[in-house]
Every structure is written in C-alpha cells, then in structure tokens.
C-alpha cells in the first residue's frame, strides 16, 4: 500500500460524457502527478500540482482538466469523453531528493 | 521523441538466474534516474534510483549500473524470483524540474 488513495477504480460512462477522478496524496506529500497509461502504452504524463499550483503540464488534453484542494487532494476532470479516453489513470504523490513517485492503485475508466 | 527508451518490449528468465534490464536516454541533462516495477492492474511501485554522479546503486537483489558516457542504464535483479514476473519502467529527470520522462517498459517473465 503506497498510502497514496484514488476513487473510483472503475469507472464505466458514454461518450460525449464529463467524469470526475480523485487522488489523495500520501499525508505529507505536496505533489500530486496525473499520468495515464492506454492499452500497450507506457505511462504519459498528464499535469503536476505542487501545494495547489500547477507546476508542469505534459500531454494532456485542453478536454482535460485538473485542480489540487487546499486539503491537497487533488481532481482530475475529463470531459466530452471518446473511446480513446479508456484508459488506466494513475495518481502519484513525491517527498523524495530525486522525485520517488509514489503511486495510487489506479482508476480505469472505460468510454463505450 | 522517446528520450527515454527500453528497446526490449519482453524479456524471459529462469528462476535463480540474472535478470537485465536495459534503458537508453537521450538526454544528457539527466541527472537522476529511476526503477519502478509495476502489476496488472496496480500502480506501479518505486525500486531503485540512481543519481548521475553514481555509477552503481545497489539494494538487496536490485542493482542499477548507469553508464554516463554511453546514456546507458540497466537494472540488475539476482537471484531472479517468480515474484518478479512485473513490467519494469525506467524513468529519468533532471534538476528541479519535477517532470520524469518514462520508458514503455520492459515485461519480465520469471520462469520456476
């Protein structure tokens, strides 16, 4: 158990459609990364909040969206949802000197 | 761009044997790398790490060797276990920039 919490773990929705995905770091942890990883993909990096900024953005997508609470839970908003957008999406929360990311279980979402 | 490449999609070992896993950057303002092993359906889990003024790091079965020079690293698992049948990321970053950059994994099949 990494201590680092993600709701749901499945999530089944249509296209066309608006989900919302939760991340709770591990208690202490700032940092909240989003990644997601398709069907034979490697992990791509999503966006990174630091303390409730955002602090570096990778590929996600302008239908994406994410924001981290003052209580530093963070949320990932996906909107007019595609088939592509199935997906595993993984949270992750850091402490350590060379950015040891510590991952959540996961939520996979699957748009039909 | 894959600036963080793990040329082998699969690797098969026996059980008892070494394990290698290899990754090959681009980038030379690397300057800290990283091993996660990852489960079906879980998030993957923090290994090891190395920084770039090692050239070894080693903690109980797990050894990561990085040849600088070569943008080389590779990890090292002796004795190899069933337990290790997982798929293997490789990930790097660099100075304060909180962004790692992924490899597409390497799956390893332990084999008793």
């Known amino acids: 158990d990494s201590g680092v919490t993600q709701t749901p773990k499945h999530l089944i929705t249509a296209t066309g459609q608006r989900v919302t995905l939760r991340c709770s770091p591990r208690?202490?942890?700032?940092?909240v990364y989003w990644y997601q990883q398709s069907l034979d993909q490697g992990l791509q990096f999503l966006i990174q909040?630091?303390?409730?900024?955002?602090?570096a953005k990778g590929n996600i997508l302008e239908r994406f969206s994410a924001q981290q609470f003052p209580d530093l839970h963070s949320e990932l908003n996906l909107s007019s949802l595609e088939l592509g957008d199935s997906a595993l999406y993984f949270c992750?929360?850091?402490?350590?000197?060379?950015?040891?990311?510590?991952f959540g279980p996961g939520t996979r979402l699957t748009v039909l | 761009d894959q600036q963080v490449k793990q040329n082998s999609p699969s690797l098969s070992v026996q059980e008892g044997r070494i394990s290698i896993l290899n990754c090959d950057y681009t980038n030379s303002m690397f300057d800290y790398f990283l091993w996660y092993k990852k489960y079906p359906a879980e998030g993957p889990t923090f290994l090891i790490s190395i920084s770039s003024i090692k050239d070894k790091n080693e903690d109980g079965r797990f050894t990561v060797f990085l040849n600088k020079s070569a943008k080389h690293l590779s990890l090292h698992i002796v004795p190899s276990q069933p337990g290790d049948s997982a798929v293997y990321f490789c990930a790097a970053g660099s100075g304060n920039n909180r962004k790692l950059i992924w490899g597409l994994g390497t799956s390893l099949a332990v084999n008793p």
């Open positions: 909040y630091y303390n409730g900024e955002e602090r």
């Open positions: 992750a929360s850091t402490r350590g000197e060379y950015n040891e990311q510590f």
């Open positions: 208690s202490g942890d700032l940092s």
